[in-house]
């Protein structure tokens, strides 16, 4: 494993906000916990100190707290095409005493795949080489598609006990703006995979009653903010414009229509940068770094990064550290641009340490020790 136990320093980038001291640099030591893994999406921590990894070609492995890898097996059937796969997986909140997961997933159908979501149990926690039980696909989005554009897709669940759940445009922005389409939107559900109670369109005709927000373009990043409860995400935009928001119920953020980005031959894109009803980012890249995963810092052993947050770069294969302001971001830094590898995950886990997952065939599961 050639990235165990490397040290390397980490380069700081003028960031496009306002920066009112100079960041210092910051150097933290990578120890691979797992590598050999094929593009993998996304990791969940397990009590016993081991791991779930989603492989994008629809595998889940099973990772010991020594990286051994173990196939998961009974996981749903995915079209893997493009970006689409097996997704993000989270744990629910009562795992261990109901051992319940969720996972996104691309679901193939005679009228082309959407993004659904898969519930489970895992069977005997105790034993590495376990399956899914129980198994049931709680929610099909109606953003099916041909091709394997744009499917989202991430999971956060809120304080409430409710579950966001980010849905991509399917490579086709105007959907984004008709609320009859899951295509572009954030939902909210129930554990069930029901509509949730509250959301902003249960009554209302014409609208799916799972929307929460609308206007998003291919959101591969979702993160409940631990210093407010909100929903905070991420998305990718054309050429330029990703953007970060904190979606609100029942708003619309703007994509087709307004955008940073624009299209990759270089024209306009829609009607400018903003529209009255539409809501504005709260930060966007240009160029665009092509984001995917994010991770709030309460640590303690990041002294300096708390309250910061995380994003993966795929694109721009960094790990970017924005520091807050409460809802501002008012400095960035570039970590990990010496690993040279597009950074698809990152996630805090319970033991205080940060991981990140490179997005490769073969990938790996990386701790950063500060």
């Known amino acids: 494993m050639p990235f165990a136990n490397r040290t390397i320093a980490v380069i700081v980038m003028t960031a496009a906000v306002s920066v009112n001291a100079a960041l210092a640099q910051s150097t933290v030591r990578l120890e691979t916990v ?58 629910s909140p009562d795992f ?51 091709g394997g554009r744009h499917f989202g897709s991430r999971l956060a669940f809120a304080p409430d006990g409710n579950l966001f759940m980010t849905l ?13 389409d899951h295509a572009g939107s954030v939902l909210r559900l129930t554990p069930d995979g029901e509509p949730a109670p509250g959301n902003p369109f249960l009554d209302v005709e014409g609208v799916q009653p799972e929307i929460w927000s609308t206007g998003h373009r291919n959101p591969q990043a979702a993160a409940i903010n631990p210093a407010t409860g909100e929903l905070w995400t991420v998305e990718h935009g054309a050429r330029g414009g990703d953007e970060i928001n904190i979606p609100k119920a029942g708003r619309n953020y703007g994509w087709p229509v307004i955008s940073y980005g624009r299209h990759y031959s270089g024209g306009k894109i829609g009607e400018g940068t903003e529209k009255e009803g539409m809501e504005q980012p709260i930060h966007y890249w240009d160029p665009s770094i092509a984001p995917s995963g994010m991770a709030f810092v309460t640590s303690d052993r990041y002294p300096d990064w708390q309250g910061d947050l995380l994003v993966g770069a795929l694109r721009g294969q960094h790990l970017a550290r924005l520091e807050l302001d409460g809802d501002r971001v008012v400095s960035e830094e570039k970590l990990l641009t010496d690993l040279g590898e597009r950074i698809r995950d990152v996630r805090q886990g319970p033991d205080g340490y940060l991981y990140v997952l490179t997005d490769s065939d073969n990938g790996r599961l990386i701790r950063l020790v500060p």
């Open 34 to 91: 797992a590598d050999g893994l094929s593009y993998p999406w996304s990791v969940a921590f397990l009590p016993d100190g081991g791991y779930l990894v989603t492989e994008r070609d629809g595998v889940l492995k099973r990772l010991d707290s020594e990286g051994r890898q173990h196939v998961v097996k009974d996981t749903p059937e995915v079209f893997a095409q493009g970006q689409g796969g097996l997704l993000d997986i989270v744990l």
């Open 168 to 180: 991509g445009d399917r490579g086709d922005g105007p959907r984004a703006q008709d609320p009859s």
């Open 96 to 146: 261990e005493t109901d051992s319940t997961v969720y996972l996104t997933f691309s679901q193939g159908s005679p009228e082309g795949a959407g993004t659904s979501l898969y519930k489970a149990g895992l069977a005997d926690t105790r034993n590495p080489g376990t399956a899914l039980v129980g198994g049931e696909t709680i929610f099909a989005g109606n953003n099916k598609a041909y």
